[in-house]
């Protein structure tokens, strides 16, 4: 059974939103490093990591994560968000880890999404809506 928000009401009507996420991550339902939903599947309840968390942790090569930076020396790993780094623009950016000092390099991509407004009726269509005219599959002139 899902976590409901519902069920983390605080007697004032607001929400306990600490709780709520504690209890998504210990479900399995939120991973536990970076918050992001796991399908869940046939896995065993409880926390667990997603797949991009994995790979921050296990993979040897280059990875890319939505949220954490790791470093290459001691494969610690943090947000930049929460440590105010200036990584946000594309391009190369040079970072310190905090744990051990080591300075590199990481590569930002900024990806963007367009929301286009709602198609505008064209004559045909005005005409259609009034029962002037036919409309396009039903041979009207």
């Known amino acids: 059974m899902a976590i409901r928000s519902e069920d983390f009401k605080k007697p004032n009507g607001s929400t306990d939103w600490d709780a709520y996420t504690k209890a998504k991550v ?23 990591t997603c797949g991009s968390c994995q790979q921050l ?4 090569d280059s990875v890319q994560h939505d ?22 623009s594309d391009g190369q950016h040079a970072v310190c880890c905090n ?16 929301e286009s407004p ?3 009726k ?3 269509e005005d005409e259609d809506e009034h029962g002037d005219g036919g409309g396009p599959d039903q041979g009207g002139a």
């Open 122 to 124: 064209n004559d045909a």
């Open 99 to 114: 744990k051990c000092d080591h300075e590199f390099e990481v590569t930002t991509t900024v990806t963007y999404t367009f």
């Open 57 to 60: 942790i296990m993979c040897k």
């Open 67 to 88: 949220h954490f930076i790791r470093c290459p020396k001691c494969g610690d790993y943090w947000d930049p968000m929460a440590e105010e780094d200036d990584v946000f």
């Open 118 to 120: 709602d198609l505008e």
């Open 26 to 48: 210990a479900a399995g339902e939120v991973c536990s490093s970076c918050g992001e939903y796991i399908v869940s599947g046939a896995y065993p309840k409880g926390p667990r």
